[in-house]
């Protein structure tokens, strides 16, 4: 049974009022009583109830974290850097992965608000997530981490993904590439929404056709890769050139290219997002844009921790961070009359 404030009270024959206030450093205890108490209350094993007392203060110094893909390092990343700095300005971090799944990650947001934690950092598994949560009316402040709210009501922090995807589009034509296939595309994912539309604003300035493979369903990993790679393989034209929707996707885009024999750069180019630490081993060798992931998520905590310090100054905006395009041997310029062979 846990021991409790009564127990020491009864241990020193004072009010467990006493008790309390001693524990809590309270000017109004003298530094003796305080001492006997965190002597007994040491020797009974006493451990304060930090949610009780959460309750008190009307906070918990703890904060929620959901995101899309424990398994991805892209977000492993991201939630290393939120609970880095978390643990530095001395917050707590409880972490849910909702696994591409809306209801999951709707049952997280409604448990970590049970829980009484001061705020939340969500990286949305759709952009529905964006109004669900409006409409929830949390009383906690809220950042969304690598997306991006058209709306503008809400705070996120993340990369500019449009212009990220038309700088990689223009790589590729600049390397005489012409039918370029953008694979692993869902409208209903903030970053996709808006590579796609960088991807198709270039596209179109240039007269070229636009080719993109959609996921049937919000799942951006190395086994919905390895599908869309296998359907794309079957139609015709193959394109000399594919962008994928991140590295995850691109590892399973390489698989199925090799069980078929096709060969990368050779006999397409291929180019992606993240830049995930296996991106640059010498038998992928990709060609992507690198996230600043760990950055983004110590700012997306500093942000929200800012708000539960700071309630007065919550102001929705978007934060940008600068991305960096890394060219590798996954891409290279199309030869004259090229054919798949």
């Known amino acids: 049974m846990s021991v409790t404030i009564k127990d020491i009270a009864g ?20 530094e003796a009583t305080k001492e006997r108490v965190r002597a007994v209350a040491q020797s009974l094993g006493y451990s304060p109830n930090d949610i009780a007392r959460g309750l008190v203060k009307n906070n ?22 939120i609970e880095n700095y978390a643990n530095k300005k001395d917050f707590t971090t409880f972490l849910g992965n909702s696994d591409w799944d809306e209801g999951k990650e709707l049952k997280y947001i409604q448990a970590f608000a049970s829980k009484r934690v001061d705020g939340l950092i969500i990286n949305p598994v759709t952009t ?54 953008f694979v692993g595309g869902n409208e209903a994912i903030a970053d996709l ?13 240039n007269g070229l056709t636009k080719r993109i493979f959609p996921f049937s369903t919000p799942s951006l990993t190395r086994e919905s890769g390895m599908l869309l ?34 060969r990368v750069p050779d006999d397409v180019s291929m180019v992606s997002f993240d830049n995930i630490d296996i991106a640059a081993m010498r038998k992928i060798n990709l060609t992507t844009v690198e996230l600043p992931r760990y950055r983004m998520g110590e700012i997306s905590a500093e942000v929200l921790i800012n708000y539960i310090v700071q309630p007065q100054d919550i102001q929705p905006h978007h934060i940008l961070l600068n991305a ?9 310029a199309k030869k004259s009359n090229e054919q798949l062979t």
């Open 324 to 332: 960096n395009f890394i060219v590798r041997g996954s891409s290279r």
């Open 60 to 81: 918990t110094r703890t904060i929620g974290v959901i995101i899309q893909d424990i398994a991805n390092p892209y977000f492993a990343d991201i939630v290393r850097g």
């Open 128 to 181: 529905k997530s964006f109004d669900i949560i409006r409409n929830l009316n949390l009383s906690m402040p809220v950042v969304f981490v690598s997306a991006l709210d058209q709306s503008e009501s809400c705070t996120c922090i993340d990369i500019d993904n449009e212009m990220a995807a038309k700088v990689i589009t223009e790589y590729l034509i600049d390397l005489k590439h012409t039918d370029i296939a």
């Open 229 to 262: 790679g296998s359907e794309l393989v079957r139609r015709e034209p193959f394109p000399s050139a594919v962008i994928a929707a991140n590295d995850f996707v691109a590892l399973g885009l390489l698989e199925a290219f090799d069980d078929n024999k096709i």
């Open 193 to 205: 929404r808006d590579r796609i539309r960088g991807y198709s604003k270039i596209m179109d300035e």
């Open 11 to 30: 241990k020193l024959g004072i009010s467990y009022t006493t008790v309390s206030r001693a524990l809590n450093d309270r000017p109004d205890i003298s």
